[in-house]
């Protein structure tokens, strides 16, 4: 397995785990008690950790979300919170979520080194959010909070290369949408607003951007030994699965 190919089968592991934080009852939880909506509260928990920046700097940075409808989410939060508590409330609460819900998985400690090291051989030149999570104190050292941050550090430099790709690539963010699996679908759920492109044109592009992203996401995973790797990806599937029974 390649440096490239770890990254490639990460990708989706990666994704689910962070996404079973995110739709989380604590999560959700915690956007109500802000005062947000479930859209304001997605915005500012991940693009909190830049700071006090211009909405346009979060919409950039993001990329892949409709500019209208991160610039809506960011105003929204500005108005009763600084989005950067929202992204600390949004940390303290991955490290709730990961004591407990990652503090029983069997190899956690391994799962925590090969992450970490990971994690630290990131170059971050062109991903500003990764940067910006990676620079963020984690308020609680529990094996099991430290590896759920770590995780979503690596599904945001995942997040961060993809958008890098797509741009080299030529596709616009919502092409990219568009080309992808969930076509229109995705589209929507991102904020982009209709008239759409035809797919077909694109794929091809995307197909490349993907390729670019692998590699790029790849030199990170470089950082571990080919059975490293092979180890990597065998316990992220484990915990993939069993975040899901």
Request: negative net charge.
């Amino acid at each position: 397995m390649t440096p490239e190919q770890a990254a490639a089968t990460a990708k989706t592991g990666l994704a689910t785990i962070v996404g079973a934080f995110a739709e989380s009852p604590q999560t959700l939880r915690r956007a109500r008690l802000l005062g947000l909506s479930g859209w304001a509260y997605h915005v500012s928990a991940r693009a909190g950790a830049l700071g006090d920046v211009r909405p346009e700097t979060v919409a950039a940075s993001i990329g892949m979300i409709a500019p209208e409808a991160v610039i809506d989410g960011w105003e929204a939060t500005a108005k009763t919170s600084a989005p950067m508590e929202v992204a600390a409330w949004h940390l303290h609460e991955l490290c709730t979520w990961g004591v407990e819900q990652l503090g029983g998985f069997p190899r956690l400690t391994r799962l925590h080194e090969l992450t970490r090291r990971v994690v630290s051989a990131v170059d971050y030149a062109g991903l500003p959010l990764f940067a910006a999570w990676r620079a963020m104190p984690v308020p609680d050292q529990a094996p099991g909070a430290q590896t759920a941050v770590l995780l979503h550090l690596l599904h945001e430099h995942r997040l961060g290369v993809q958008l890098v790709a797509v741009r080299a690539s030529g596709l616009t963010p919502l092409q990219a949408i568009i080309a992808g699996p969930e076509g229109e679908t995705g589209a929507v759920a991102f904020g982009w607003q209709p008239p759409y492109p035809p797919a077909g044109p694109i794929v091809r592009r995307l197909i490349w951007a993907e390729s670019v992203a692998d590699a790029m996401a790849g030199q990170a995973y470089a950082a571990l030994d080919l059975g490293e790797r092979v180890e990597f990806i065998g316990l992220l599937e484990s915990l993939r699965h069993r975040l899901a029974q």
